[in-house]
């Protein structure tokens, strides 16, 4: 099935602007993103693995709501029944906490979280939350706080939250913190398609672990990539977990293939899964296909053209 595709901006930007009015009520918007391509190192010492990322606004958003209140409390609405909406327990709480503890303030908010970004479907969702919910705050309670440390905390909450502080197209290393911005000036768009399961990331990283594969560390040269086409993208990146999360999720490999027979077009994982994505340069197409893939999917699998961005007008609010 088609899904509302108002996910679809032609002008390649974040259409809706935070409220500024009244001022104790901010709305914000906080994108999701897809993986053009994913090159995951060997385990470090700590654990974690290094990797080698594009990473892409787009514009799938979630809502937040900050209103200034006595204390924290989470409403949460939209896809949200697996959430939890104690503030210790959501990371979206845990980032008003965070926040209101380096400040030394008192975490004081009513934050409405309505969710459209699946979580488990490799598109960022819940870290995006958290460093929206940073940058809101920072300015609902008058903070002053520099980026280098919204970003400082925004690590502490999670891999790719800080990608979402600074919030334009980048190349992220080390754990996802190093961040390299990647500008293109091309329109370009993508057709999601999101099945009704995620996937774990941590056992993906752990059938990587198991399967060994030899890494390849030839230098990966983004600045040229970003100026090529779509097609020429997608010739062009690969992802290193995509094996791996077939293994793990077996109904993926299925799908994939599925999809790639409706359309003949190259269909990429978005990190560690389970929402693949086929680019395209052209708004018009990315309809077309997703009207093709929504007739002839499951009801179950949600598809939706989007826009990819350069830069999340959110960052500006900084």
Avoid at 151 to 173: E, M, N, T, Y
């Amino acid at each position: 099935m088609v899904h509302n595709n108002s996910a679809l901006d032609p002008r390649n930007e974040q259409p809706v602007t935070p409220a500024t009015a009244p001022a104790d009520v901010l709305t914000f918007h906080a994108p999701a993103k897809l993986n053009l391509g994913l090159r995951i190192f060997p385990r470090r010492p700590d654990g974690f693995h290094d990797i080698e990322s594009w990473f892409v606004p787009i514009s799938l958003c979630d809502t937040l709501v900050f209103r200034k209140a006595e204390t924290l409390t989470l409403k949460l609405t939209g896809l949200a029944a697996e959430l939890s909406d104690e503030p210790e327990k959501n990371l979206v709480g845990r980032a008003a906490l965070a926040l209101a503890d380096a400040a030394g303030v008192a975490a004081h908010a009513q934050i409405h979280l309505h969710k459209l970004i699946p979580a488990g479907g490799g598109l960022g969702g819940g870290s995006s939350d958290a460093a929206t919910t940073l940058l809101a705050l920072k300015h609902l309670w008058n903070l002053p706080i520099s980026t280098a440390e919204l970003s400082k905390l925004a690590a502490s909450l999670g891999s790719d939250v800080p990608f979402f502080i600074h919030g334009q197209s980048a190349v992220c290393r080390g754990r996802g913190e190093v961040i390299e911005p990647l500008p293109f000036h091309r329109p370009l768009f993508a057709v999601l398609i999101i099945p009704p399961y995620g996937t774990s990331t941590r056992d993906v990283y752990q059938e990587f672990d198991h399967q060994a594969a030899a890494v390849d560390s030839t230098p990966i040269r983004w600045q040229e990539i970003a100026r090529l086409s779509a097609a020429e993208i997608s010739a062009a990146i690969r992802n290193d977990l995509e094996a791996p999360a077939f293994s793990v999720t077996t109904a993926l490999r299925a799908l994939r293939d599925k999809i790639t027979a409706l359309v003949n077009r190259p269909v990429h994982l978005s990190g560690s899964g389970s929402t693949f994505f086929i680019l395209s340069d052209q708004a018009a197409e990315a309809e077309s296909l997703a009207e093709t893939l929504g007739h002839n999917l499951p009801e179950n699998v949600r598809v939706l053209p989007v826009a990819l961005f350069a830069r999340n007008p959110m960052a500006d609010q900084r």
